[in-house]
C-alpha cells in the first residue's frame, strides 16, 4: 500500500512523447517517455523522486505504475503497434525486496502489442560502488524477454565502455554534452565519430540525443549517426496528437543539405562558371569567348530560356580556321543558328546525388564536362579535373564509413540504400545475413577466430555478388547486408540462386575452423545466455530477402521494414535452406 506522498505523485504524474526519428529519411521509429508533473507530490527533480524511492525500498512500486501510466498514454497514438516506446528504467529496482519480472509482459497483452515495441534505457548513473554490475543483470533479464535496450546518456558517465562490453545493448543514446555545437568542435566530432564507429563495429545504432539546430543534425548524419532527438526534430510534448509518422522539415533539410553540402561533395564549392553564348548568337561571340578565356576549352551553348543544349569545343572549329576557305565554311554553317557544330555534353541537377553525376560523366566518354542546372536552367559545369577531386573525396568518405574488421561499406551507405530502394520504382532485393551459433562459437574458440569467420564470410560475399549494381555491407558484429539494383531482365530466381550459394558455401566452409572433435560430433559444448553448457550444432548463416519492385509499388517506413526483416530471419533460421523471402508488393496487397 503506497503512503500519500506516492499516491499523489502516481496520480498527477503525466508524460511527454519526444520523438526519435531515423536520421536519414525523417520518420518516425520510436518516442521516448519523459515523466512531467511531479512536483505536486513535493519533488523538486525526476532525481529526487527516483533516489527518494530507492531509500524507501518502493523503487519498483512505484516504476510499475508509472509505467503502466506511460504505456497506456502510448497506446493512444494511432500507429503505437508500429513504433516503439523508449522508457527510463532505473538498474536499482532490481534491488528491491518486491522486485519480479514479468508484469509488463501481462500489461502489454492488454494493449496486444509486444514486448518488440518497448526499449528500456538505462543510464551510466548508477554504474559504480555498490550499483556496479547491475546493469548487466538488468539488461540480459530483459533482453531474454524480447525487450530492446538502450544505454543512454553514453559518454558521460563513470563506466560507459565497461558497460557496453558486458551489456550488449541494441542501442547508444550519445549524450547531449557531445551533440551540443558539434559542428563548432572538432574534439567532439573525434569522440562522437568514435563512437558511431564502435557501435557499428558491434551491430549497435546509435541515436544523437539533444539535437537543436539544423548544423547539429546535419554534423551527426555525415557523421553515421542512425537516428535522431531534440528540439530541432521536436520538443517533448503531452500532446499524443503532435505525433505524427514523418517530420517533414527533416525532408526539407536533407534537400537543402543535398544542394548545398551534398552526401559526399559540396557541389556548389565545385561548380565552375564560363561566358556561354545562345544557339542564335553569330559564330564570332564563339571566337570571343575562348580567347577571353583560355584555360577553357569549351563553350556551353544555352537557348534563350537558359536551358543547356550542349557545348562547343575549340578543337572542333580550329580545323576551319587555318583558310579563308575554312572561315567562310564555318560562316555558313552556322549562319542563324550553331546546330551544326554543337557537341553532346552531360547534363544534371545540383540536387542529384554525386554519384549519379559520376554515372552520368562516366556513360560518355567524350564528355568535356557535365553541364549543371537548377530547375532547368543553367548554372556552371564541372570539369574532367574537379569531377576526378569529386570521385577522390567519395573515395575518402567511403573508406571513412567502412567496416574496421571487413573493410565492407557500414551503416550510413546501408540506410541509405534501403532509402533509395523503398523511393525508387526500380527493382530491387536486399538480403540481411545473421549468423546461426556464433556467439558459442566466439565463446568456444575465442575472438580471433571468431573475427577470422567474419571476414571469410565477406570475402565470399565479395566474390559472390554476380551484379554490377550491388552493395555489400556489413551491419556490424555476424550482420551483414546485399542489396541489388536489377535490370528489367534480371529475375527474382538469378538472385535467390545467388544467396542459396553463399549460405551454402558458408556452411562448407567454416567446417574447416572446427577442431576434429566438434567437426566429428557435428557439435561444440558451450554455455547459453543462462550460463547453462549445451550442445551447439556446427555454425550456419541465415537469409532474410525482401523484395520491391517487382509488383505494385507501395510505400513502407522504417518500422514496417524492421518487422518484417524480424519475422523473415526466424523463418529463415527455422526453414532446412536457412532462407526466408518475401515481396513487399504481396505483403501490403494483403493487408
Known amino acids: 500500500m503506497l503512503n500519500e506522498k506516492w499516491q499523489t505523485l502516481i496520480d498527477v504524474a503525466d508524460f511527454a512523447f519526444q520523438p526519435i526519428v531515423n536520421i536519414y529519411t525523417g520518420k518516425l521509429y520510436a518516442v521516448e517517455a519523459l515523466i512531467r508533473n511531479y512536483e505536486p507530490a513535493g519533488f523538486t527533480t525526476i532525481d529526487c523522486v527516483f533516489d527518494s524511492a530507492y531509500s524507501e525500498k518502493t523503487l519498483y512500486s512505484i516504476d510499475v505504475k508509472l509505467r503502466e501510466k506511460a504505456i497506456h498514454k502510448f497506446s493512444l497514438l494511432p500507429f503505437s503497434k508500429h513504433i516503439k516506446l523508449f522508457y527510463n528504467l532505473d538498474n536499482r529496482i532490481t534491488m528491491m525486496p518486491d522486485f519480479k519480472s514479468g508484469y509488463t509482459c501481462e500489461l502489454l497483452s492488454t494493449y496486444e502489442m509486444d514486448t518488440s515495441n518497448i526499449c528500456f534505457e538505462l543510464s551510466e548513473k548508477h554504474q559504480v560502488g555498490m550499483y556496479a ?7 540480459n533479464l530483459y533482453k531474454q524477454q524480447g525487450y530492446k535496450m538502450a544505454i543512454d546518456d553514453f559518454g558521460v558517465g563513470f563506466s560507459g565502455l565497461q558497460m557496453l562490453f558486458n551489456a550488449d545493448p541494441n542501442f547508444i543514446k550519445i549524450d547531449r554534452f557531445f551533440i551540443c555545437d558539434i559542428h563548432l568542435s572538432k574534439k567532439k566530432k573525434l569522440f562522437v565519430s568514435s563512437i558511431v564507429q ?10 544523437a540525443e539533444g539535437v537543436e539546430c539544423e548544423e547539429e543534425y546535419n554534423e551527426c548524419k555525415k557523421l553515421g549517426c542512425n537516428m535522431v532527438q531534440g528540439y530541432f526534430v521536436q520538443k517533448p510534448t503531452l500532446d499524443v496528437t503532435q505525433i505524427v509518422m514523418s517530420y517533414e522539415h527533416l525532408k526539407l533539410v536533407d534537400q537543402s543539405d543535398k544542394r548545398k553540402n551534398g552526401k559526399i561533395a559540396n557541389i556548389e564549392k565545385y561548380l565552375q562558371k564560363s561566358s556561354t553564348v545562345f544557339m542564335d548568337s553569330p559564330i564570332n561571340d564563339v571566337y570571343e569567348v575562348l580567347k577571353g578565356d583560355k584555360k577553357n576549352h569549351f563553350v556551353p551553348v544555352l537557348a534563350r530560356d537558359q536551358t543547356p543544349l550542349g557545348i562547343i569545343r575549340d578543337a572542333d572549329i580550329k580545323a576551319y580556321l587555318y583558310s579563308n576557305y575554312g572561315k567562310a565554311l564555318l560562316y555558313n554553317l552556322t549562319q542563324g543558328s550553331l546546330k551544326k557544330i554543337i557537341a553532346h555534353c552531360g547534363r544534371a541537377d545540383i540536387n542529384d546525388p554525386i554519384e549519379k553525376i559520376l554515372k552520368i560523366y562516366a556513360f560518355d566518354d567524350d564528355n568535356d564536362a557535365i553541364l ?25 568518405v567511403d573508406a571513412k564509413d ?66 554490377d549494381e550491388c552493395l555489400v555491407g556489413h551491419v556490424g558484429g555476424d550482420d551483414f547486408f ?20 553463399i549460405v551454402t558455401k558458408f556452411s562448407e566452409d567454416i567446417k574447416s575452423f572446427y577442431c576434429e572433435q566438434g567437426l566429428s560430433s557435428g557439435y561444440i559444448m558451450a554455455k547459453n545466455r543462462d550460463g547453462v553448457i549445451q550442445q551447439f550444432p556446427l555454425m550456419t548463416v541465415s537469409a532474410a530477402v ?46
Not at 133 to 139: E, N, P, R, S
Not at 426 to 431: C, L, S
Not at 439 to 462: E, H, Q, V, W
Not at 488 to 494: A, I
Request: proline fraction near 1%; charged fraction near 25%; aromatic fraction near 12%.
Open 482 to 501: 546485399l542489396g541489388w539494383s536489377l535490370k528489367e531482365e534480371d529475375s527474382f530466381e538469378k538472385v535467390y540462386a545467388i544467396v542459396l550459394e
Open 372 to 396: 549543371i542546372t537548377e530547375n532547368e536552367k543553367y548554372l556552371g559545369y564541372l570539369s574532367s579535373k574537379v569531377l576526378l577531386d569529386i570521385v577522390n573525396e567519395k573515395n575518402i
Open 546 to 591: 525482401i523484395c520491391h519492385g517487382f509488383g505494385y509499388q507501395h510505400d513502407f517506413d522504417d518500422n514496417e521494414l524492421n518487422e518484417i526483416f524480424g519475422v523473415l530471419k526466424k523463418s529463415a533460421k527455422a526453414s532446412s535452406t536457412h532462407i526466408a523471402c518475401v515481396d513487399l508488393g504481396v505483403i501490403k496487397d494483403a493487408i
Open 402 to 467: 567502412q567496416n574496421p574488421l571487413t573493410g565492407l561499406s557500414g551503416n550510413r551507405i546501408i540506410n541509405e540504400f534501403v532509402a533509395n530502394a523503398m523511393d525508387s520504382k526500380e527493382k530491387v532485393m536486399m538480403a540481411y545475413f545473421d549468423f546461426d551459433n556464433f556467439k558459442p562459437f566466439n565463446d568456444y574458440y575465442g575472438f580471433r577466430k571468431g573475427d577470422r569467420a567474419i571476414t571469410l564470410f565477406a570475402d565470399i560475399l565479395k566474390s559472390s555478388v554476380g551484379f
Open 133 to 139: 554490475g547491475v546493469d548487466k543483470l538488468v539488461l
Open 198 to 207: 564502435i557501435a557499428q563495429a558491434m551491430g549497435i545504432f546509435t541515436i
